[in-house]
C-alpha cells in the first residue's frame, strides 16, 4: 500500500488527533520530498495571535517522519523510528497559511540501506522549513531520528 497525502491526513485523525483537529495536513509526498501545509485559526493560535509553536513543530516533524515511514515501508524490514532530538528557529510571526518543506529523501534511503547492511542503530537529522503564503521563511525545524532493526 503506497503511502499518500489522503492516508497520512486520515492517519493523523485516528493516531495524532491534536495536529488533525489544529490543521495539519499533508499536501504532497513523493521518495524526495514531503509538503504539509497548516494554517493559522482560532484553536491553534498563540496569546499574541500567531500559531503557537508546538503547532508548527507538529506539520514540521511529519514532513520529516512522513518520508521516514515511506521509505520504512519501501524497504519492507521491520524498523523502529524514534526523534531523539530537535532543534527549532522562529524568524517571523507564523499567520496565515505555513507550508513546511522537507527534501530530505535521499539521506533517508541511505541511512535506513546503512542501518539494514549493519544491524545497527543509525541517526539522521532532517530539515523542514516552514514559509508563509508570500514564501518568507518563518520557522526551520531540524529532527533528530533514530533508526533501528527490530528483533
Not at 513546511?100 to 545497527?120: H, L, M, N, S, Y
Request: aromatic share 10%; net charge positive; glycine share 6%.
Amino acid at each position: 500500500m503506497k503511502i499518500t497525502p489522503n492516508k497520512l491526513n486520515t492517519y493523523l485523525l485516528f493516531k495524532l488527533p491534536s495536529a488533525y483537529f489544529t490543521g495539519v495536513r499533508t499536501r504532497y509526498i513523493d521518495k524526495e520530498k514531503c509538503v504539509v501545509t497548516v494554517k493559522h485559526r482560532w484553536v491553534n493560535q498563540n496569546p499574541f495571535k500567531s500559531m503557537f509553536w508546538a503547532v508548527q513543530g507538529m506539520a514540521a516533524e511529519l514532513t520529516t517522519g512522513a518520508l521516514v515511514m515511506q521509505e520504512i515501508k519501501e524497504s519492507g524490514e521491520r524498523i523502529s523510528m524514534l526523534v531523539a532530538n530537535n532543534q527549532a528557529s522562529f524568524v517571523k510571526k507564523a499567520t496565515g497559511k505555513i507550508t513546511f518543506v522537507c527534501t530530505d529523501g535521499a539521506q533517508v534511503r541511505e541511512v535506513i540501506k546503512k542501518a539494514i547492511e549493519t544491524g545497527e542503530g543509525q541517526t539522521l537529522w532532517m530539515h523542514a522549513k516552514g514559509t508563509n503564503a508570500d514564501g518568507i521563511e518563518v520557522s526551520n525545524f531540524k529532527f533528530e531520528w533514530t533508526l533501528k532493526l527490530k528483533s
